[in-house]
């Protein structure tokens, strides 16, 4: 059973990057823990992830991206999300921020590449947990009240306007946010392709639905084993499962702790300053 406690992100903090990373962060009402490792010991990989704490700490944003390419030109363009994630560091509504990520990555996108992305915002007085999804496999969503998983994705069908494309296809896609509540002791569930192209006991890849089936099987009385399993059982089945592509996984648990009235009070005077920058980029 891990012990390893959470490290509390700072206020109008910017973490992350696309090294490899097994950590434990915390901001109010939310836990989040992230795991990456890119393909074969590479020092960096295709996967960008950031966190970010706005200046009172009650907007958490979370991004995992999945980058078509690899090495350098992976790293510019994680550069540029972390200056956009910087900028937008305060705002609740993350549609247009998704959107311009979508037009930034065109910007900083020099040899047709292209990126399937999670954006996920929790606003912590309202519990109110926001989805954006750019074609990445949809995250799972764990209720402790029903003890049960399903996938979290949007089945609103939009034939009217080109929505929710990678970034990179599409300059005027548009993406539509999903709200949830998360209760305390809900899960949310997010990982890149290596593990939904995992292959199950028969040769075939999991897909959604076979990561879906593995984690319902998995113990979930302490949310801090939950990743590691789910590593172990897809090396069960598959021992070069995660070994093909840069894998993540990001775990957000909601803890029901409130926003400090200190960071609350302190917020206007932060936002003067600049924001604080923690990256791991290769």
Known sequence: MSTVSAERMQC???WGGNQAVDRNMENPGLRIWVYSKPYSGSESGGDVYYLSSCASGRISRILLADVSGHGEAVSKIAIGLRDLMRRNVNYISQSRFVSGMNEQFAELNDDGEFATALVSTFFAPTRTYSLCNAGHPPPLLYRKASSDWSELSNSEERADVIADTPWGVCDEAAYFQHDIRLDTGDMVLSYSDAVSESEDADGQQLGCEG???LVSELDVSNSADLIPALIRRIGEIDPRGLERDDTTI???EATGSRTPLK????????????????TELG
């Not at 960071?263 to 923690?278: C, E, Q």
Request: overall charge positive; aromatic content about 4%; proline content about 8%.
């Open 263 to 278: 960071n609350s009070l302190l917020a206007p005077f932060r936002l003067l300053g600049p924001v604080g920058d923690k």
């Open 211 to 213: 990561v879906l089936r």
């Open 250 to 252: 990001l775990l957000c």
């Open 12 to 14: 109008m903090e910017v």
